[in-house]
């Protein structure tokens, strides 16, 4: 197993295949994972999600808000703008606490502001900031308000999110000259209002009609609008994304490659491709998901290898049971690791690491630069052309290029410059003359949220017993330093008292950027820990789904699986309808399962449920047995003659158009199992595609409405309610809701089922010929019918109700439609 997660997708392509020869994977036994920590640790903070198309997946509102997002965006730039040079002024004046309050509300309206990230690595100018937040978040941010309310809207970056304020409201309001254009309302309020008002029940049925409709339009525009805002304030071109032939593309933070076909969820990929300009591709929804972590937890045996697992061995343990043992290095290690070189400013360090890079070239030495994005590589690039120094570029935008450029970066005086190296799968050779000098220089240009990629990086130099060294340049204006780096780092400095360019380099600084690091390791541990508990309740539903529909994939046991439908259903519909009139549990139950109870009123009267139960399986079963015989006895004399035509031939698929009035399907049923079941397999195959396509149409429902109710119940926090708890109970009822619906469906399509017949006409049999070439050969396919102004004919026509596979010669079209010949297509090999 690799680092590209396809054997997870496998699985869930696996459990949306429509023929066991679709099937790709094999049991779970034994799994090896190279770069166990990239794959259990680093990807696992995000799920694996095929999505696919939804009905006006079009119908977007990205294109149409992203003018007011701008402007809004802007408007809060310009204030930040404003709020940073008043504080400058304040805090010049000595009036700290005036000034600090300004500052610290600019970092809550744009904490990624570069002029503000500049201001913030000034002696003393950070300490008054975290002073002054100190001061607003006491009480659970009791005073919170007051910073915010004059912002357009608050971003957290720690907790990834954007806020508006009602500042904000207004002004998108007054865009749109539409009050409240983006307020929800409270629906359960103006509900309980409308029950209140004495019209009658038609006229409060429009009314609530109204106000659900009113929510849904108001909720999809806030929707939008935060994932646009999100876009604009919290996503940076080149940095967590690249914008390539005409397409938004994102980079992996941890190994810097493209992740190519991959895309945001929740419309964050939308929002954006609208701000870049680019084509806005479809809105999807989620067709199979799972975690990497119940993934692998599905392997009986789960091993891996990599070179930095150490530092996440209670992970390992905790969500795994695997145990890290540290293996000793063939050769002992020499690489010098030096104590990190620490500025104040981006500028400063940057220009620092040109300085050292032009050093080490004139001593024939080659150095690899890792950078943390292609923005800052790209940066780097242009200031070595500046200094006339020779050098290769790694990163998204070359990523092709790269077992060439990492092979080449040995060689003497070679300078590259790199994103990420994890896993980057070439060793770096050097040359006698190399070793001689000193080996390979590692130069970090900033510390990464991870230990362990700086130690990936550090690990490319020093490898069996070879000479070399690693140096990270680190500035008080990184993203690490920002947002998790202690106060105490910026005090020390500023008791220093550092002039412009100069440097520290302490032990004790290094240990506060790692622990610095600890800090965004546990907060990373906390989400993945999280995403487990949530996806740990899909789970349990997942694995009753698919192995349900591996089941009637197979249609081994379908007999079994169906007897067990038909009791469920029994069991759910005796409960929901119990104490009801017969009239009515008898309407009830040729709405929801298409039968007429066999049993009087009196029967039902002094039935026990237990005994009702069984008196609806009964019928259930009888009606199973007639649909069966009278689909074999419709069939047979046609069949009769096939057998007689394709003598020697039987071991072929045939086609049996069956529909419930309202879907059609193109059933293949093997012409062997055909004769020899009297024509009886023909429903029974037919009960399996059915099965499989009703669990797969609901399934997608339902994880669209988890989807939906993991959003939702986050607002729990603010009852002092646990969301999870929450998640849990309105989960079940939605599943088992979903399961009741499968079996009541499933039910009524076979209890509805019949085989379409047309009239025997020259259109109808070219239309036929037509139908036919379209068939995919390979896979099932469900198509709409227009069954029931057929089925009012049905007296008058000659029953045609088989499609049979024709034999195509070599050099025919092949019948798959693809328009090639049969020879080089479905035919090649025979």
């Known amino acids: 197993y690799g680092t590209n997660n396809e054997f997870g997708f496998d699985y869930l392509r696996d459990n949306m295949a429509s023929s066991p020869k679709d099937l790709v994977q094999r049991k779970h036994h034994y799994a090896i994972v190279d770069e166990v920590d990239s794959v259990l640790i680093d990807d ?17 509102l990205f294109e149409q808000y992203r003018p007011a997002i701008e402007h809004l965006y802007n408007l809060q730039k310009n204030l930040v703008t404003n709020l940073l040079a008043e504080s400058r002024q304040l805090l010049g004046e000595g009036k700290n606490e005036e000034g600090g309050i300004k500052l610290y509300r600019s970092h809550k309206g744009l904490p990624k502001y570069k002029p503000l990230i500049k201001f913030l690595s000034e002696q003393g100018i950070k300490a008054q900031m975290q002073k002054t937040e100190n001061i607003y978040m006491q009480d659970n941010n009791r005073r919170m308000p007051e910073i915010t309310d004059d912002l357009y809207f608050v971003i957290d970056e720690k907790m990834n999110s ?84 005409n397409k938004v593309k994102i980079v992996d933070e941890q190994t810097g490659r493209i992740l190519d076909g991959r895309r945001y969820s929740d419309g964050l990929h939308q929002a954006i ?25 599905m392997y009986h045996k789960l ?19 695997l145990d890290v043992v540290v293996i000793p290095t063939n050769r002992k290690v020499i690489r010098d690791d030096r104590q990190d070189l620490v500025y104040k400013t981006k500028r400063e360090k940057y220009n620092a690491v040109i300085e050292e890079i032009v050093k080490l070239v004139e001593q024939g030495r080659p150095v690899l630069v890792g950078t943390t994005s292609v923005e800052i590589s790209e940066l780097l690039s242009r200031m070595l052309k500046l200094r006339g120094i020779k ?125 610095a690091q600890k800090k965004v390791e546990e907060n990373n541990f906390g989400i993945r820990k999280r995403l487990l508990e949530y996806d740990d309740v899909m789970n349990s539903q997942r694995e009753v789904i698919y192995t349900r529909r591996r089941h009637a994939l197979y249609g081994e046991r379908i007999e079994i699986d169906l007897n067990n439908i038909m009791y469920d259903f029994a069991t759910t519909f005796v409960e929901n309808h119990e104490g009801v009139e ?10 929801e399962a298409a039968i007429q109870p066999s049993f009087d009123e009196a029967a039902y009267e002094k039935a026990k449920p237990r005994e009702l139960i069984e008196l609806i399986v009964a019928d259930l079963q009888g009606a199973y047995t007639r649909r069966m015989k009278a689909i074999a006895d419709m069939v047979r ?40 079941s009297d024509g009886e397999e023909i429903f029974k195959v037919f009960s399996k595609v059915v099965m499989f396509t009703t669990i797969d149409d609901a399934w997608r429902e339902h994880l669209r409405e988890m989807d939906d109710l993991r959003q939702s119940v986050q607002n729990a926090t603010y009852e002092q309610k646990d969301p999870l708890l929450i998640y849990k109970l309105e989960s079940f009822q939605l599943f088992s809701k979903m ?52 089925a009012g004919q049905a007296e008058k026509q000659k029953p045609m109700p088989v499609h049979v596979e024709k034999k195509a010669g070599r050099n025919d079209p092949c019948p798959c439609g693809s328009g090639k010949k049969y020879k080089n297509c479905h035919g090649k090999g025979l």
């Open 582 to 591: 017969f009239d009515d549990f008898r309407i009830e139950m040729i709405r």
């Open 391 to 515: 050098h290769n570029v790694l990163n998204a935008k070359q990523h092709q290029l790269e077992a060439q450029i990492v092979a080449e970066a040995g060689r003497s005086g070679q300078v590259t410059i790199a994103t990420n190296m994890a896993g980057r799968g070439t060793d770096i050779k050097l040359t006698p003359e190399v070793k001689q000098a000193g080996g390979l220089a590692i130069i970090g240009t900033a510390r990464h949220e991870s230990r362990r990629v700086d130690r990936q990086l550090r690990g490319r130099a020093g490898r069996q017993g070879d000479p070399g060294s690693s140096q990270f340049f680190v500035s008080l204006e990184d993203d690490l330093m920002r947002l998790f780096g202690s106060g105490r780092i910026a005090s020390m400095m500023d008791r220093m008292g550092l002039k412009e360019g100069e440097v520290i380099q302490a032990g004790l600084m290094t240990k506060a950027i790692e622990r």
């Open 303 to 321: 091993a891996g290898m990599t070179g930095t697992a150490e530092t996440e061995a209670s992970e390992f343990w905790s969500i795994y049971k």
């Open 44 to 60: 696992a903070r995000t799920p694996l999600i095929i999505s696919g198309p939804v009905p006006k997946g079009d119908d977007q």
């Open 162 to 245: 954007v806020e508006l304020t009602d500042k904000g409201h207004e002004a998108l309001s007054k865009y749109f000259n539409e009050e409240g254009f983006f307020v929800l309302p409270d629906i359960g309020a103006r509900i309980a209002e409308i029950e209140k008002e004495e019209i009658t029940p038609e006229e409060k049925a429009q009314k609530r009609d109204a106000v659900i409709n009113d929510y849904a339009v108001k909720a999809e525009r806030v929707h939008t609008v935060i994932q646009l805002l999100k876009a604009y304030a919290m996503f940076e071109k080149d940095v967590e994304y690249v914008v390539m032939d």
């Open 637 to 676: 004399p046609v069949m009769e003659r096939v057998y007689e035509d394709r003598k020697g031939q039987l071991d072929t698929n045939i086609y049996f158009p069956i529909t419930d009035g309202h879907l059609g399907y193109n059933v293949p049923v093997n012409l062997q199992r055909c004769k020899d």
């Open 739 to 790: 399961l009741n619906k499968v079996n009541a469906d499933v039910l009524s399509t076979l209890n509805k089922a019949y085989i379409p017949v047309r009239e025997n006409t020259a259109e109808n049999v070219q239309r036929e010929r037509q139908e036919r070439a379209k068939v995919d050969v390979n896979k099932l396919q469900a198509s709409r019918m227009q069954a029931a102004a057929q």
């Open 273 to 297: 491709e609208a701000k870049e300009r680019v084509k806005v591709e479809a809105a999807t929804q989620t067709f199979a998901t799972i975690t990497l972590q119940n993934y692998f937890r």
